[in-house]
């Protein structure tokens, strides 16, 4: 029996076979999935195959997924999977707008094959030391939305893009995921936090990622907020391809193999020194590819 994975926790998950409507709560056949090697074997999202006895027997080979590196366990974690589009939100102001964690968002939508939508929230608060950025990934080809829970602002633009599709929210904590999603959903009201005054940085509400219904068609997918978020990248390669404007201009490089950090003649840094591509995104580059190296001697 095949059916789709809408939470998980403590060993145990909810699922909705096909064909029908409640959810059913199954646990895996044994100690772990075969061939499966992550931090979490499965995650909202999942399609499984499940035996008679409806345990869990077997992962359907995913169309996408969203995950991180998780240091602690030296395996790769996934948020979310199979689904149709992430909004990847930041706040204007409060906590800062960093926009390496925009890049690592982007770079992870990217290489597990999710379409991205960029969310400044908060608007309320001030956009004006953002225009740089903004124009920035405008001009990457990214969609941006710019919006306010608290007025409104943005809400019919992000319904509009939901529409009927199967969207992951996720962003740092404390940028308004949560109040984001009870304003474009009144009917759901998930748990809220304010920003911790002192760091200027958020706490935890959502613990788990889990499918909340959306009132036009298709689901949410809230995801826990991040304090530092380190992307899964399995090679190099795989992060040049994640950066498209990296992407375009790698393939002039004299060398295959060329790092684009201290090779001689690398058409990315010509890149970077001529403005084609922003200091912002190739420091981001280089960061993400120091720490892949670093944990793909571990994993």
Not at 125 to 135: F, K, R
Not at 142 to 170: C, F, I, M, N, P
Not at 198 to 227: E, I, Q
Not at 228 to 251: C, N
């Amino acid at each position: 029996m095949k059916a789709r994975l809408f939470y998980g926790r403590a060993g145990r998950f909810g699922v909705q076979l096909e064909g029908e409507e409640a959810l059913r709560h199954v646990q895996i056949k044994g100690k772990r999935l075969q061939g499966v090697d992550e931090y979490n074997p499965l995650a909202p999202g999942d399609w499984v195959e499940l035996d008679k006895d409806l345990l869990i027997i077997r992962r359907i080979e995913r169309t996408n997924a969203l995950q991180r590196f998780n240091w602690k366990q030296n395996k790769p974690q996934t948020f979310c999977a199979n689904i149709d589009l992430v909004f990847c939100v930041l706040a204007s102001k409060s906590p800062e707008f960093h926009v390496r964690f925009l890049d690592r968002l982007l770079i992870a939508a990217e290489e597990g094959g999710v379409e991205p939508v960029i969310v400044i929230n908060k608007i309320d608060e001030g956009i004006e030391h953002l225009s740089e950025y903004l124009a920035l990934y405008q001009n990457l080809g990214y969609t941006l939305v710019l919006a306010s829970a608290l007025h409104g602002d943005g809400l019919e633009q992000l319904r509009a893009l939901a529409k009927d599709k199967l969207v992951g929210l996720w962003g740092a904590s404390g940028v308004g995921k949560s109040t984001l999603l009870n304003a474009l959903e009144p009917n759901i009201q998930q748990e809220t936090a304010a920003v911790n005054r002192k760091w200027n940085r958020g706490n935890h509400t959502t613990n788990f990622a889990t499918f909340l219904p959306k009132s036009n068609g298709g689901y949410w997918v809230d995801t826990p907020g991040m304090r530092d978020f380190t992307p899964f990248v399995p090679s190099q390669e795989e992060l040049v391809l994640a950066m498209p404007e990296i992407q375009e201009l790698a393939h002039h490089c004299p060398f295959s193999n060329c790092q684009h950090l201290d090779e001689q003649e690398c058409a990315v840094k010509d890149g970077v020194e001529q403005g084609t591509i922003a200091l912002t995104r190739y420091q981001s580059y280089v960061k993400v590819l120091e720490e892949s190296t670093s944990y793909r001697k571990k994993w």
